[in-house]
């Protein structure tokens, strides 16, 4: 099961000074959420290996170092690695950044997706970690005909240890009101602090919405290049998705405007139009479909907010 986090402030600090400040508050729109997959790597540092390639080649000591794969190429621990991978960036794509110790933003209008999606990608790492682990043995058994001379069964660790190696969990975390700041160290104090936490939380949302136009930008310009010729010209080839990448940034505008942005607002609007009734196949064979959906999108990238693009 999805592990769940809902984290709630002291209630002692509940019972001292409480002013307003100016930071927008999106906590009714918005949570923080936080993913941690661990795997295990299955490599391992070989130090007689490394000191033996820095002799053979006349290099000083620590230059080189080897790492051997100790599993070899086991097809199971590399496909656990891969779908963590692809795991992690599913989740950047749902949530907005907020700060550097992995906590991300996200929009409640985009609550029961994400958690879907995290629900069934924890089942899908569990099978493939179970299923890795109920090869283990063999894989050792296969790995010293592989690695010869640099096997040695004393660094591969027990099923049991191994097995608390691989780990999934999910966080969801209340965003804290930037305007409900409630601590006991005297009226001078506690403005100063909440003075610095309006900075932060500012910044920390200016963040997170760049994080949404910078996306925009990307799949629009994506666009705007690929549909850039005429009937006349050598047709440039695209795919599908290109059509359904800006249909999902559409709805990303919508789901992450969790500060009710109104150039966010009027950008989403105009793309909606601009896509009614659109696909792929259709931008490839009408000209005029094509020039001015390009033409829209061209508007569209020029009213994006200035934001080191």
């Known amino acids: ?3 769940e986090l809902i984290t709630t402030q002291d209630q002692t600090l509940r019972n001292s000074v409480k002013s307003e400040v100016s930071a927008p508050s999106i906590g009714s729109s918005a949570m923080l959420c936080e993913l941690s997959i661990s795997t295990w790597t299955g490599r391992k540092k070989d130090r007689k290996a490394s000191d033996d390639v820095t002799d053979a080649n006349f290099a000083a000591s620590g230059v080189a170092s080897v790492h051997k794969k100790l599993l070899a190429d086991c097809q199971e621990l590399m ?4 779908f963590t991978a692809n795991s992690r960036n599913i989740h950047y794509a749902m949530t907005m950044p907020w700060s550097d110790t992995g906590l991300r933003l996200l929009p409640t209008a985009q609550y029961f997706k994400y958690h879907q999606a995290m629900t069934d990608i924890q089942n899908e790492y569990d099978r493939l970690v179970d299923t890795f682990l109920q090869g283990y043995e063999w894989e050792i058994t296969q790995a010293s005909a592989k690695l010869g001379d640099l096997f ?4 591969y660790p027990s099923i049991d240890s191994l097995r608390n190696k691989f780990g999934f969990r999910l966080s969801y975390i209340p965003l804290p009101d930037a305007g409900d700041f409630r601590i006991d160290i005297g009226n001078e104090a506690t403005e100063q602090v909440k003075s610095h936490y309006q900075d932060y939380y500012s910044a920390q949302l200016n963040n997170a ?4 136009w910078q996306r925009t930008h990307k799949a629009l310009s994506a666009m705007s290049e690929r549909l850039d010729y005429s009937d006349n010209d050598d047709k440039k080839i695209f795919r599908d998705t290109l059509v359904t990448n800006v249909l999902d940034m559409v709805e990303l505008l919508n789901v992450c405007n969790v500060n009710g942005d109104g150039q966010m607002t009027a950008a989403r609007m ?5 896509f009614r009734g659109v ?3 259709a931008l490839r064979e009408d000209e005029h479909l094509r020039s001015e959906t390009k033409r829209t999108v061209d508007e569209v990238i020029k009213s994006l907010p200035s934001i080191g693009l």
Do not use: F, H
């Open 279 to 281: 696909n792929a196949e």
């Open 79 to 82: 496909a656990v690695q891969k």
């Open 152 to 155: 040695n069964r004393d660094e």
């Open 209 to 212: 919405m760049n994080d949404v």
């Open 270 to 274: 105009k793309l909606e139009d601009a």
């Open 1 to 3: 099961m999805t592990q």
